[in-house]
């Protein structure tokens, strides 16, 4: 462990002792990719027990995913990872989200939706399948209407989830959702794992997020690598092996 990490893991205790508002969740991370693999770890770290909800949750891939985690973590199916949990994030393809929603409409009421998501937007790439007319954010609000949806870590790269340090600096994580304690209560989530946080809005401004989102893609989507890491990942900290035809085949768009 870092010696930041060390610190993080030493300020989430001392926030929980003093009973500002990190109180220890059950949190449901859906889906077990690059974003499920880094938050999950950072949410145990943090305090929270984590249940990955997997297509695939006896795979030996989740169970090491699982015993990494610690803190009481285990792997169940999406639908049952849901049901236990009162916060549900969302680190799967976008593409799956709204058969996910729909499928757990009832076991989201009254709970919080932590949405890392990223859709393209119409709005700047009006041609490409899949585009969305307003966000992800605001789409899933309205897929799960009694869901308190907060949008966050959705312009953050994957690894500098997993360690703030590799950005060099401090990092802000905006924030935007129509609930103002489901707001606040995710921010301090994100807080605890070593960020900033900026509280933009309503959910209505997911846009503005997923356009920031864009400033990675388009570049990306072009084969413009180190331009889209200079924003998403910050300059010169790209993983290993990233923009290789392997890890671009894995978008997840
Ligand atoms: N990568 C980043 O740095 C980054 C940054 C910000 C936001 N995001 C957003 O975070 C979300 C996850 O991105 P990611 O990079 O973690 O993606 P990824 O590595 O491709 O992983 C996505 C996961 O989604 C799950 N999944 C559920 N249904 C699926 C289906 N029908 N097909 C394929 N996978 C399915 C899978 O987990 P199981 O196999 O366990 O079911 C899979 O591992 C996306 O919405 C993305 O836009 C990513």
């Known amino acids: 462990m870092t010696m930041r990490r060390a610190l993080t893991a030493i300020a989430a205790s001392l926030l929980l002792l003093a009973s500002i508002p990190v109180s220890a969740e059950v949190v449901a991370v859906i889906g077990t990719g690059r974003m499920g693999g880094a938050i999950g770890p950072r949410f145990a770290e943090t305090g929270h027990t984590v249940i990955y909800g997997s297509r695939n949750p006896t795979s030996e891939k989740v169970q090491a995913l699982v015993a990494q985690t610690g803190n009481g973590a285990r792997a169940d199916t999406s639908a049952n990872a849901i049901a236990n949990a009162d916060v549900i994030v969302l680190a799967l393809l976008w593409s799956a989200t709204e058969e996910l929603i729909r499928a757990n409409v009832e076991n989201l009421d009254g709970k919080i939706i932590f949405d890392i998501t990223n859709a393209t937007l119409k709005a700047l790439q009006p041609n490409r399948e899949g585009a969305v007319e307003s966000s992800a954010g605001a789409l899933i609000q309205g897929w799960a209407p009694n869901a308190k949806v907060v949008k966050a870590f959705n312009t953050v790269g994957y690894h500098i989830v997993a360690d703030p340090e590799h950005a060099g600096g401090p990092v802000t994580v ?80």
């Open 174 to 253: 905006p924030l935007v959702g129509n609930d103002q304690d489901a707001v606040e209560q995710v921010s301090a989530m994100v807080q605890a794992m070593g960020f900033e946080t900026m509280i933009l809005g309503g959910i209505e401004q997911a846009h503005v997020l997923e356009g920031m989102a864009s400033l990675y893609f388009v570049p990306y989507g072009a084969g413009r690598f180190d331009e889209a890491f200079e924003y998403y990942f910050r300059k010169g900290t790209a993983p290993a092996g990233i923009g290789s035809a392997q890890v671009r085949g894995a978008d997840s768009k």
